[in-house]
């Protein structure tokens, strides 16, 4: 795993609004700022910010339509931050194996 792409595309992921704004892009149609707002309990405003900080990682592209701009996911780099998170998730998995297995050594060799 390198810590160069991980610290600033989980931060931005690691936030519950900008996780739920990517649920609401990843169910489809292109929203807007305003429409995503409509189902977040946070201002217009606030969801553009999210928003930059999704685009700053490369997670949302936006695309002007007339006098609005629509957000869609990029696929590629979320399949990214998926494989990312399955890697460490199996890091810790291993870990967690060799914990246990230390601990049913200790535990056999304690004296009954």
Known sequence: MTAAVDDELWSAIG???????????LAGGGPTATALSEHL???????AKHL??????????PTPSGREIRYE?????LARAVAQLASVGSAWDARLRRIKRIAEAIQRAKPE
């Open 52 to 61: 930059a900080v999704l685009d700053r990682v490369g997670l949302v592209h």
């Open 73 to 77: 996911v990029d696929q590629a780099q």
């Open 41 to 47: 309990p946070v201002t217009r405003q606030a969801v």
């Open 15 to 25: 936030d519950p609004t900008r996780r739920r704004v990517l649920d609401l892009l």
